[in-house]
């Protein structure tokens, strides 16, 4: 990293932002956190929409359970065939069991769930059940 | 089989300038295994479809490029996120020892595998040196 100490002397103010700047980005590095998979949630007035990224993950293998208002997302994701004598140089994707629970709004009519897994990306689509939808009331003038 | 929670890395954004749409553009995560006939790298992809891959070697760097098919389920509005969605980019330098013709790559449910195999002729050659 290189600060430019010297011909923002004047400005210390840049020079924190410079380094806020640098701090904020650290070159090279991974986040990582314990959720697995990420989920975007897309919502309209009838149904609603979970995208997940599932990268490496066979369509057989994934499993997608409904109950009352819980999604549920699960699978394995499967650890790389290596042979005894070959050397990992660089290991950044994980491997595993996983599970993720969303809790949607409204209660799921099974019947209404259509997932679609292309190129890695799930996309399940739920439909409101009908029972379930708001029921509007009309007002009558006297 | 270990029963334990694990981290998983997330894609991050790739150190690269803006794009016009604003997008960000994701580095993907990659393995790298060497075996004794090659190197293999296996880069996480997911949202490319095969034909939306470049992968370029000029001077000995491998660029490696995905462009995406946003996914936008029809009639919905995105309301919570917690992944963003981006064209990959990422690029490795080679060392001389794998041959350039013989790049193999092979795309599927958004894993990318390119197989680099030693090119036959990576032995060095020693240079003797006479006394005069």
């Known amino acids: ?142 | 089989m270990k029963n334990e929670i694990t981290q998983t890395t997330v894609k991050t954004p790739a150190e690269t300038p803006e794009t016009f749409q604003g997008r960000h553009t994701y580095r993907p995560v990659a393995d790298i295994i060497e075996s004794s006939n090659g190197v293999s790298m296996i880069l996480e992809m997911p949202g490319v479809a095969p034909d939306n891959i470049d992968i370029t070697l000029e001077k000995r760097v491998l660029s490696i490029r995905g462009k995406i098919h946003p996914v936008q389920p029809e009639k919905l509005d995105l309301t919570y996120k917690e992944y963003g969605q981006g064209d990959y980019e990422r690029a490795f330098t080679l060392s001389e020892d794998f041959d350039p013709n013989k790049i193999e790559a092979k795309m599927s449910n958004g894993i990318l595998t390119v197989k680099l195999p030693k090119a036959e002729a990576a032995q060095p050659k020693k240079i003797v040196v006479n006394a005069a």
């Open chain 1, 1 to 142: 990293m290189f600060y430019p100490t010297l011909y923002k002397r004047n400005d210390p103010f840049a020079l924190m932002r410079s380094l806020m700047r640098d701090v904020a980005s650290p070159p090279n590095t991974y986040r990582s956190q314990t959720v697995f998979p990420v989920v975007n949630i897309w919502q309209g007035d009838d149904a609603m929409a979970i995208t997940a990224e599932l990268p490496g993950i066979e369509p057989s293998a994934l499993e997608i359970t409904v109950k009352d208002d819980l999604l549920t997302i699960s699978g394995e994701r499967a650890v790389t065939d290596t042979a005894k004598d070959d050397v990992w140089l660089r290991r950044e994707r994980s491997y595993g069991k996983f599970s993720r629970p969303v809790q949607l709004p409204f209660n799921i009519d099974e019947n209404k769930v259509e997932a679609r897994f292309e190129n890695g990306v799930l996309c399940v689509v739920i439909g409101r059940a009908e029972e379930d939808k708001p029921r509007k009331i009309e007002v009558k003038a006297a």
